[in-house]
């Protein structure tokens, strides 16, 4: 076997691993998501899931990765041979599989905005001339196919070429540039007339209003948003060297995204109410406030085309993190049969999006179980997969690795004390997974004859 590559700094590793988490789930996803569900009780349960739930995951999935430094697979194989629980690994690949099929149909979304910038389609319009020309825009079954077909075809590219020469490399330049672009909007919204409206419907939490299905999606949403539950972190973190402080990363990591999280609802909430659009838009919401908070900026399109061009960063790093998963356990760390990997099923990915890609055009009338080809793989992806391969890693870690072991994990280059190490194994051994459990279940009305 060749010798596994390594992320070269810590900072390195944090941005990578902040470049997975931080993509469409806090930019395009979480606006639209707490606009169907009412707003602030949705924030607040959200923020609840993140630290109770999914910090402790990521941890979990860090602990896995770097005890084992292999991949999802192998790493289950080689903590505990002889047994199954390797599916884990496997749930992960299909379910990174699935999210990038629909995934990538955004980022085409996004390659299209910025071609409308440079020809001028965008200039001067009123908020609902925006909505429209967006309709039209995605209705386009060729448009849509061959933009999807491009964000796959970069993402090949880059995860062909290796952790640290693409992923690494690219996420330093990236991340930054987000954060001051986005506070740029943000000044934008909340001085428009009438903001405040838009941050109350943010912050201002109305629990009365608060359906199961609300608690669902944000428990998928805190899965979704920082990519855990389908051994994303277990991959990146066996690139690790030994030394990096696990505990630390996570939460910088989790930190990091919720600014995100808290910068796009600040942007895009207070515009929403100032221009009287409607909150419970769905995925096309951001596409269509972004276009009119933007033409009221001087310098409006120029803003506009350098926050597209990071927004579809934010959401390439994330899809690079979806098929490295995938390649990294068919390659078994062999960097000359990386590449084969990344095109076959990038492809099939490809070829497996093609209905999600034509959900908003020419199939917008078939539906699965009451929902669009992508609005399925949506849901399947974040309401059950997710919560599934979450639920089964609190339980591997807290049931079947050896407790001294983890401790000495997560201890090493940290000064992880006795009693938050405690508190962080018995949330994975009981509180997270009669949570998962309780909250999955309501959904399909078991508690409620
Ligand atoms: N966290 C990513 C986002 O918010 C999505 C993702 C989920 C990426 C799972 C990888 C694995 O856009």
């Known amino acids: 076997?060749?010798?596994?590559?390594?992320?070269?700094?810590?900072?390195?590793?944090?941005?990578?691993?902040?470049?997975?988490?931080?993509?469409?789930?806090?930019?395009?996803?979480?606006?639209?998501?707490?606009?169907?569900?009412?707003g602030g009780a949705f924030f607040f349960i959200f923020i609840f899931f993140t630290f109770v739930l999914a910090l402790p995951l990521m941890m979990a999935e860090f602990a896995i990765g770097r005890t084992a430094g292999a991949d999802a697979v192998t790493s289950f194989k080689k903590i505990a041979p002889g047994t199954k629980w390797y599916g884990i690994g496997i749930l992960g690949m299909v379910t990174t599989f699935i999210l990038l099929s629909f995934y990538s149909v955004i980022g085409g979304w996004i390659i299209t905005y910025l071609g409308?910038?440079?020809?001028?389609?965008?200039?001067?319009?009123?908020?609902?001339?925006?909505?429209?020309?967006?309709?039209?825009?995605?209705?386009?079954?060729?448009?849509?196919?061959?933009?999807?077909?491009?964000?796959?075809?970069?993402?090949?590219?880059?995860?062909?070429?290796?952790?640290?020469?693409?992923?690494?490399?690219?996420?330093?330049?990236?991340?930054?540039?987000?954060?001051?672009?986005?506070?740029?909007?943000?000044?934008?919204?909340?001085?428009?007339?009438?903001?405040?409206?838009?941050?109350a419907f943010l912050?201002?939490?109305?629990?009365?209003?608060?359906?199961?299905?609300?608690?669902?999606?944000?428990?998928?949403?805190?899965?979704?948003?920082?990519?855990?539950?389908?051994?994303?972190?277990?991959?990146?973190?066996?690139?690790?060297?030994?030394?990096?402080?696990?505990?630390?990363?996570?939460?910088?990591?989790?930190?990091?995204?919720?600014?995100?999280?808290?910068?796009?609802?600040?942007?895009?909430?207070?515009?929403?109410?100032?221009?009287?659009?409607d909150p419970d838009a769905g995925p096309v919401?951001?596409?269509?406030?972004?276009?009119?908070?933007?033409?009221?900026?001087?310098?409006?399109?120029?803003?506009?085309?350098?926050?597209?061009?990071?927004?579809?960063?934010?959401?390439?790093?994330?899809?690079?993190?979806?098929?490295?998963?995938?390649?990294?356990?068919l390659s078994k760390g062999h960097l000359d049969k990386r590449k084969k990997y990344a095109w076959m099923i990038g492809i099939a990915i490809f070829i497996f999006g093609i209905p999600s890609a034509l959900s908003y055009g020419v199939l917008s009338d078939v539906t699965v179980f009451g929902k669009s080809f992508f609005d399925l793989a949506d849901y399947a992806v974040s309401n059950v997969l997710m919560p599934l391969g979450s639920l089964l890693i609190a339980i591997f870690v807290s049931w079947k690795m050896e407790k001294s072991l983890l401790f000495d994990e997560l201890k090493r280059g940290s000064k992880l004390k006795r009693g938050a190490f405690q508190a962080w194994y018995y949330i994975l051994r009981y509180v997270a997974p009669v949570l998962i459990v309780i909250v999955m279940l309501d959904v399909l009305g078991v508690w409620r004859r």
């Open 116 to 199: 409308k910038i440079f020809t001028g389609e965008l200039i001067g319009l009123q908020s609902e001339e925006y909505a429209l020309l967006f309709q039209k825009t995605i209705e386009n079954p060729w448009l849509s196919l061959s933009l999807q077909f491009i964000f796959i075809l970069m993402t090949i590219i880059v995860v062909g070429h290796g952790i640290q020469n693409g992923i690494e490399r690219a996420s330093k330049i990236m991340m930054p540039a987000l954060a001051i672009l986005f506070l740029i909007l943000v000044i934008r919204s909340v001085t428009l007339d009438g903001a405040v409206k838009g941050m």
């Open 285 to 329: 919401l951001l596409f269509n406030v972004l276009p009119t908070i933007f033409s009221q900026l001087p310098f409006g399109m120029f803003f506009f085309a350098a926050f597209l061009i990071v927004f579809f960063f934010a959401a390439l790093t994330s899809a690079f993190s979806m098929l490295e998963i995938i390649v990294s356990v």
């Open 1 to 38: 076997m060749s010798q596994r590559e390594q992320f070269r700094t810590r900072l390195g590793f944090i941005l990578t691993t902040a470049g997975s988490a931080i993509g469409l789930g806090a930019i395009w996803k979480f606006p639209y998501v707490a606009g169907q569900n009412g």
């Open 203 to 277: 912050f201002q939490p109305d629990f009365s209003k608060l359906t199961s299905k609300a608690v669902l999606d944000a428990m998928g949403q805190s899965f979704f948003t920082l990519s855990i539950g389908v051994s994303v972190m277990i991959t990146y973190s066996s690139y690790l060297p030994k030394t990096t402080n696990l505990p630390r990363s996570a939460l910088s990591v989790v930190s990091m995204n919720l600014l995100v999280i808290i910068l796009s609802g600040l942007s895009i909430f207070p515009a929403v109410f100032s221009f009287g659009l």
